[in-house]
């Protein structure tokens, strides 16, 4: 990759600049005194039918906070999970009870603190209430319900010309009731690695079809994994507000970015809880 030649004149002119001052002996540490930081609850749950129940209540930490000790990993947990909260969800008659019990989901590579027993149904038409009371007797509150399944309608391979590498389109259809928002991800050999695309769209400018392209870096016999989530509005929000924060993080120059929250009640969290309903097809690269 060629890189700017604006890059070099920055360069340039801070190590000139840099020189400068330490000639002039102009450095001068200078001590900010930082507000106390307060912790925000944060929330994370979602449903995936067919999986049980899992919820990640934890509290969030200050942007200036020390690292933790790689060996105290699992005592810098322990500061951050909240424990002893009182978490329910409601589904149509039933009262769905989460144990404070740790679960992993290694696809998504997420930790849970409370987890059910119980198995999410496929119900795309009753919606689900969360309730949660922390140890300090606040309350936490969330609506979410299971979108229709959006299916992926075909994968495409196409090699390059007189080349050995491959590229991949993946069609599928909008389901054109209503407005339609999605999140996409692409993967490398199985579902736990780590995405090589993932993103959020939605319909707002497209007619009836998406097409979804990848670059020409795959090699025939390579195994891909396309998941394309139907996805509601406040998580498409959550998670372009994430995106945002971590964009605003490595950037000097941005403005703080708040995650944007479907969440209620008086606790004052921040999170999100929604359904997560998708479609996937597995892609092998082949010539024809």
């Known amino acids: 990759m060629t890189t700017p030649r604006f ?3 920055f360069a340039a002119v801070s190590i000139l600049a840099g020189s400068l001052f330490t000639s002039c002996n102009l450095e001068k540490e200078v001590d900010i005194d930082l507000p106390d930081y307060d912790n925000q609850l944060v929330v994370e749950c979602y449903l995936e039918p067919g999986l049980p ?13 020390p690292f933790p ?38 696809e998504n590579q997420r930790l849970y603190n409370y987890t059910g027993n119980d198995l999410v149904p496929l119900d795309t038409l009753a ?5 949660i009371i922390t140890p300090e007797g606040k309350k936490i509150t969330g ?5 229709p399944r959006v299916r992926i309608d075909s994968v495409v391979v196409e090699f390059k010309e007189a080349d ?6 993946t069609y599928f259809g909008d389901p054109g009731e209503g407005s339609n928002f999605f999140r996409f991800v692409l993967r490398y050999s199985n579902q736990d690695s780590i995405p090589l695309q993932d993103f959020t769209l939605e319909d707002r400018f497209v007619d009836k079809s998406f097409v ?3 670059a020409y870096e795959f090699s025939e016999g390579d195994t891909l994994v396309h998941t394309l989530y139907h996805v509601e509005e406040s998580y498409y929000r959550f998670l372009e507000s994430v995106q945002r924060a971590v964009f605003g993080n490595g950037n000097p120059f941005a403005q703080p970015s708040p995650l944007i929250s479907n969440l209620g009640g008086d606790a004052g969290a921040a999170g999100v809880f929604t359904g997560l309903q998708y479609d996937r097809l597995v892609t092998i690269i082949k010539r024809k």
């Open 164 to 169: 050995t590498l491959a590229r991949t389109l």
């Open 127 to 131: 919606p689900f209430f969360l309730e």
């Open 69 to 106: 000790d790689p060996d105290d990993m699992g005592g810098f947990l322990q500061e951050l999970l909240v424990q002893g909260a009182e978490v329910r969800i409601r589904h149509k008659d039933q009262v769905i009870l989460l144990e404070n019990r740790l679960s992993i989901d290694l």
């Open 53 to 65: 129940y899992r919820l990640s209540l934890s509290k969030s930490a200050a942007y200036f906070a």
């Open 212 to 214: 979804l392209g990848a």
């Open 143 to 147: 609506q979410t319900r299971l979108l």
């Open 7 to 9: 890059f070099f004149v």
